[in-house]
Nanobody, 116 residues
Framework: QVQLMESGGGLVQPGGSLRLSCATSGNILSIYVMGWYRQAPGKGRELVATLQNDGRSNYADFLKGRFTISRDNTKNTLYLQIDSLKPEDTAVYYC??????????WGQGTLVTVSS
């Protein structure tokens, strides 16, 4: 089994930056793709970015270059760098792993609040 634990959320002013982390443990070799999703208050969960094992990344069109997904294999950690934060980025951010078995695994989420 795979376990995901997000951290790094918090309150930040508009224009600021945050780096979210997703610590991964368990059967890491079973992971095919990892990604970040977010769910704003009163809205559905939406894809932010994904990162495949071969290093290919994919971003949602609406992000306009403000988000960067990366990973440190030595630390088994996935990251999401968010720059130029806007109030509409306020959401719970979830780490996700798609396993080779086609099973999805989710973290518990970390709340990002953008407000002055």
């Amino acid at each position: 089994q795979v376990q995901l634990m997000e951290s790094g959320g918090g309150l930040v002013q508009p224009g600021g930056s945050l780096r979210l982390s997703c610590a991964t443990s368990g059967n890491i070799l079973s992971i095919y793709v990892m990604g970040w999703y977010r769910q704003a208050p009163g809205k559905g969960r939406e894809l932010v970015a994904t990162l495949q094992n071969d290093g290919r990344s994919n971003y949602a069109d609406f992000l306009k270059g403000r988000f960067t997904i990366s990973r440190d294999n030595t630390k088994n950690t996935l990251y999401l760098q968010i720059d130029s934060l806007k109030p509409e980025d306020t959401a719970v951010y979830y780490c996700n792993a798609l396993l080779h078995t086609s099973q999805f695994v989710w973290g518990q989420g970390t709340l990002v609040t953008v407000s002055s």
